[in-house]
């Protein structure tokens, strides 16, 4: 079951594809954590990774084809994968169709308001990383660590306008690959608003 997970940041893609790889017993893989996983294995792609990153530049499309085509090649891919982060351009999609032939692809949809909700809420303690939010998950007491009493923080990109800016760039760049999944009958529409027990329920169903 080979998968490809789409949706906007907030949505809980990383949340659901983690159940799922559970579930099916089949690999989530996350381009950020490729790159990562070859800069510290110090494999000649995470070289050529590492160098365009220090220069503060985007990794390029063909690297990071080349990368995923070599994640694919594993064992533990041998019975399906769920790609998350990849493809995010239509090269990207192409190029993945000539190595891998997805199943499905799952969007998972949440109004741009309620993706800020979400986003925008969250508070971290900067010394554990330990996260909170104001409605989900608030602190005992209210912006205050619940181990240490020590303030929290909201992080720069949790504040409302680069919310709103990452999904500006999410819907230039993801729209087209909605359409393109569409278009090939593969892509399946997840309603990402209800709790996350009801969003994996909606999930193992489209999959059975």
Avoid at 17 to 44: C, L, M, W, Y
């Amino acid at each position: 079951m080979n998968l490809v997970f789409l949706g906007p940041p907030g949505a809980g893609k990383g949340t659901m594809a983690t159940r799922v790889a559970e579930h099916f017993t089949i690999p989530h893989i996350s381009t950020g954590d490729i790159f990562r996983a070859n800069i510290k294995g110090q494999t000649e792609l995470g070289k050529k990774v590492k160098a365009i990153l220090d220069a503060g530049d985007l990794v390029p499309d063909e690297l990071t084809i080349e990368l995923v085509r070599d994640r694919l090649t594993r064992k533990d891919a041998a019975r399906g994968f769920i790609l998350d982060g990849f493809p995010r351009t239509i090269p990207q999609a192409d190029a993945l169709a000539e190595f891998a032939a997805v199943d499905r692809a799952l969007n998972f949809v949440l109004p741009d308001e309620e993706v800020i909700k979400r986003l925008s809420g969250r508070r971290v303690h900067p010394g554990s990383g330990r996260t909170y939010h104001v409605l989900f998950n608030p602190p005992e007491s209210e912006g205050k660590d619940d181990l240490t009493g020590e303030d929290l923080v909201i992080r720069p990109d949790d504040q409302e306008d680069a919310i709103r800016n990452r999904l500006q760039v999410y819907k230039q760049q993801t729209e087209p690959l909605i359409a393109y999944y569409d278009d090939r009958s593969l892509l399946v529409d997840i309603d990402s608003a209800p709790a996350p027990d009801a969003v994996f329920r909606q999930v193992l169903k489209v999959l059975s």
